[in-house]
């Protein structure tokens, strides 16, 4: 285990997050273009991704950009009619349940878990002064993983939750998020 703290931690969490394998798993409520495009790589590389965010839209600077990838997307995975077994899988948490969600938690292929203040945009990456622990126990990052993963079936259960009930709604919701 160990510590990052100021500017520039990006690069702690981009050399993991970055050669994930298998899958990664991200709850951050705001998320850059730039660096979901490189997400959205590993896809590529049949790397499975749950992304948690919230619906709040604090900026829009990249969203012609970010509209383009969504867009994308969608017409990539809109041929696939099984949502569940979609190599992406993201649960956009509407404010009218949760006014924001605030953790900031990475889990890449169950041996590494990175939590901190840092959201997935350039912002937090490079700019601002920014505190994570990152960890290859494998009791923290299983622990981390399980309270990732029950976070993922509680949200099932809010009333106003912006889900895979329809995937063109979800891309169009997660497209905006991208227009931050």
Request: with cysteine.
């Amino acid at each position: 285990m160990h510590t990052h703290i100021g500017r520039g931690i990006g690069k702690f969490i981009e050399k993991e997050l970055f050669k994930a394998e298998n899958y990664v798993k991200i709850c951050s409520p705001n998320i850059s273009y730039s660096l979901s495009k490189k997400l959205f790589e590993l896809l590529d590389n049949q790397v499975q991704i749950q992304i948690i965010t919230s619906d709040i839209i604090t900026g829009n600077n990249n969203s012609e950009q970010a509209n383009s990838l969504a867009r994308e997307i969608i017409e990539k995975y809109q041929k696939n009619n099984n949502l569940e077994k979609s190599p992406l899988q993201c649960k956009v948490i509407s404010t009218k349940d949760i006014p924001l969600i605030h953790a900031k938690i990475y889990v890449i292929d169950g041996k590494c878990a990175i939590i901190g203040s840092a959201n997935l945009t350039e912002n937090s990456f490079n700019n601002f002064a920014e505190y994570v622990l990152i960890s290859d126990d494998d009791e923290i990052v299983k622990k981390i993983e399980k309270d990732f993963d029950d976070f993922w079936l509680e949200i099932d259960s809010f009333k106003n939750q912006i889900m895979e009930k329809s995937k063109k709604g979800l891309f169009k919701k997660f497209k905006n998020k991208l227009s931050e």
